[in-house]
C-alpha cells in the first residue's frame, strides 16, 4: 500500500469523529482566547491518536502544539476555532479545526515512512484582529524549526490562493465632560460630536487612499443618556491594505482623522491597539500547486472567478506565519452561496453535507500535499534549507 492510500485510510477510518468535533465545536462558539473546551477537544483527540500534546502553548492558554513522527521534514497544520461576537461559527472555524486535525491524523499515519514530522499548531483568536494567536506564538518561537505551514478555510468556492491582505485593528476612545444637554450644553465637552467629526474625516478620507484600501468599524459607546452631553465615547476600527509597507503609510492618515475629532471638540483621545497587525498572505507556489493538483484528485474544481481572484478578500494572521515560514491558506467551498462568510447563513451552511464533504477533501488534500513535500528531494531540500 502507497503512502497516499494508507493515509487516505486512516482518515476513512476516523471521518465520524471528525464530523462530530466539528458539529459540537459548531454548537458552542466560543471567542478568541476563551476557546477552553475547543482547545480541549482537539487536544484530547489528538493525544487519543498518539500525538505528544502541548497545552498552553507559547503562554497562550487556549494554544496546544501537537507532534507526531520524527521524519526531516516538519510541516505544521494550524488550527484555528475561535468564533465571532453575535453569529457564532459564521466563518467556520470549526472545519478548519476539524481539517487539521484530520489531516494531521492521516500524515502521522505515514510520517516515519515517508520522512515527516507532523505537527498540530492551535492558534486561538484569529478573529480579534491585533496581537492574535498566530503573532504572538510566532513571537515565542512556537513555529521554530516549522519548515512548512498550511491550513484550509471554508468559503462559498474552492480558491488556491486568495488575495490575503494586511489589516490592523485598533480602539478609539474619547473622553469629554459631561453637562445638561439643554440647561447648560456650552459647559460640556461632547465626545459624540468628536466621534462624529472623525467619522466625517474617514469618509472624505476614502476618496483619495488606494482602490485597495479599507477602512471600517463600529462604534461600540455613542453615550449614555440624550439629556446628558457624553462625556465618553469609543469605536473600534480596523484598516486594510496590500502589504505591511501600505498598511504604514495609511495608518497616520487615518489617526489624523480621530485627532482632528479631537482637536475640534477639545475631547481627549486615546488609541489602544494595532501594534502587532495581521500580514498580507504570501503563498508558496509549489506548495499551492501541490494542493491543488491533490484536490482536483479527490474531484474538487477551482473554477474561474475573474475578479475574484484579484480582489482583496479578508485578512488572517495565517499571513504572518507566510512571511516566516513558506505557506499556504487554500479556500475550500462548502456550496453556501448566496451565503458568504461572515454572515449567519453562512454559520448554519458550515454543519452541512457539504461542509462535512469539504472537511474530509481539505483534510485528505493537506496530508497528501505533507506527503508530496516530504518525498519530493527538491521541495525537501528547498524548505529544509529555507529554515
Known amino acids: 500500500m502507497d503512502a497516499k492510500t494508507a493515509a487516505n485510510e486512516r482518515l476513512q477510518g476516523i471521518r465520524d469523529h471528525l464530523v462530530e468535533i466539528s458539529h459540537r465545536i459548531h454548537a ?37 502544539v501537537a507532534r507526531a513522527g520524527s521524519g526531516p521534514l516538519h510541516v505544521a497544520i494550524c488550527a484555528e476555532y475561535d468564533s465571532l461576537p453575535g453569529i457564532g461559527h459564521a466563518c467556520g472555524h470549526n472545519i478548519i479545526a476539524a481539517t487539521a486535525l484530520g489531516a494531521a491524523i492521516a500524515a502521522a499515519a505515514v510520517a516515519d515512512e515517508v520522512g515527516l514530522t507532523v505537527s498540530v499548531i492551535g492558534t486561538p483568536a484569529e478573529e480579534v484582529g491585533n496581537a492574535s494567536g498566530k503573532i504572538l506564538l510566532l513571537e515565542r518561537g512556537v513555529f521554530d524549526g516549522v519548515h512548512a505551514a498550511m491550513m484550509v478555510h471554508p468559503a462559498p468556492f474552492d480558491l488556491v490562493a486568495s488575495k490575503i491582505i494586511a489589516a490592523s485593528m485598533f480602539e478609539v476612545e474619547y473622553t469629554g465632560k459631561e453637562s445638561h444637554a439643554s440647561a447648560f450644553p456650552e459647559l460640556g465637552v461632547n465626545a459624540a ?60 492618515r487615518v489617526h489624523r482623522c480621530f485627532e482632528a475629532g479631537a482637536l475640534a471638540t477639545g475631547a481627549t483621545l486615546r488609541i489602544v491597539g494595532g501594534d502587532k497587525p495581521y500580514a498580507e498572505m504570501r503563498h508558496d507556489g509549489v506548495m499551492a500547486g501541490l494542493y491543488r493538483r491533490n484536490a482536483e484528485a479527490l474531484g474538487r474544481a477551482f473554477p474561474d472567478l475573474g475578479e475574484w481572484e484579484t480582489r482583496p478578500t479578508g485578512s488572517t494572521d495565517m499571513g504572518n506565519v507566510s512571511l516566516a515560514v513558506p505557506s ?3 479556500m475550500i467551498g462548502i456550496e453556501s452561496l448566496p451565503a458568504v462568510n461572515h454572515q449567519p447563513e453562512f454559520a448554519a451552511h458550515c454543519i452541512t453535507a457539504a461542509a462535512d464533504k469539504a472537511l474530509m477533501d481539505g483534510a485528505l488534500a493537506m496530508a497528501w500535499t505533507a506527503i508530496d513535500l516530504a518525498t519530493d528531494e527538491t521541495e525537501r531540500r528547498r524548505l529544509v534549507a529555507r529554515a
Request: no cysteine; glycine share 10%; hydrophobic share 40%.
Open 193 to 252: 460630536d468628536a466621534l462624529t467629526i472623525a467619522q466625517t474625516s474617514l469618509g472624505l478620507l476614502r476618496q483619495h487612499i488606494k482602490a485597495t484600501d479599507r477602512i471600517h468599524g463600529i462604534v461600540t459607546r455613542g453615550g449614555d443618556a440624550p439629556n446628558v452631553v457624553p462625556a465618553h465615547t469609543a469605536a473600534r476600527y480596523i484598516i486594510r491594505s496590500e502589504t505591511l509597507e501600505q498598511l504604514a503609510e495609511l495608518r497616520p
Open 328 to 330: 499556504i491558506h487554500p
Open 28 to 64: 458552542h462558539p466560543e471567542l478568541g482566547f476563551e476557546e477552553e473546551r475547543a482547545s480541549a477537544w482537539l487536544g484530547e483527540a489528538l493525544a487519543d491518536a498518539g500525538f505528544a500534546v502541548e497545552r498552553g502553548a507559547g503562554g497562550l492558554p487556549t494554544a496546544f
